[in-house]
């Protein structure tokens, strides 16, 4: 089964930074768009920024505008999320998933894009 594999949850106080990142398990993804989501928990999955394969496009949460910054290094097939400025409010489950069709749009998931090669996630939790 393809799948995604993320990595770089862990527990920080309020203010601080994390980098999380998400890679393909036996394929690649550089031709494909990638988005970040994450789960409250009780909830569902929840958009978080995405890029397009080429990186020309990104979109971002407001929840998270101005604090985190989606990037992708297309050499080592790895695509990041810089998180800064964390609050309590960030506390959940992160997950990247792929679109085929390299589909990257304000609604970051909402619209029926990334509906390909989810990860299980990787937690993040911040407290004092």
């Known amino acids: 089964q393809l799948a995604l594999v993320e990595f770089g949850g862990d527990s920080v106080q309020p203010g601080g930074s994390l980098r999380l990142s998400c890679a393909p398990a036996?394929?690649?993804?550089?031709?494909?768009?990638i988005g970040w989501f994450r789960q409250f928990p009780g909830k569902g999955n929840e958009g978080v920024a995405c890029i397009t394969s080429d990186g020309s496009i990104t979109n971002y949460d407001a929840s998270v505008k101005g604090r985190f910054t989606i990037s992708r290094d297309n050499a080592k097939d790895t695509t990041f999320l810089q998180m800064t400025r964390l609050a309590a409010d960030d506390t959940a489950t992160y997950r990247c998933?792929?679109?085929?069709?390299?589909?990257?749009?304000?609604?970051?998931?909402?619209?029926?894009?990334?509906?390909?090669?989810w990860g299980r996630g990787t937690q993040v939790t911040v407290s004092s």
């Open positions: 036996g394929f690649t993804v550089v031709k494909y768009a």
């Open positions: 998933a792929a679109d085929l069709l390299d589909r990257c749009t304000p609604a970051i998931g909402s619209d029926l894009t990334f509906r390909d090669y």
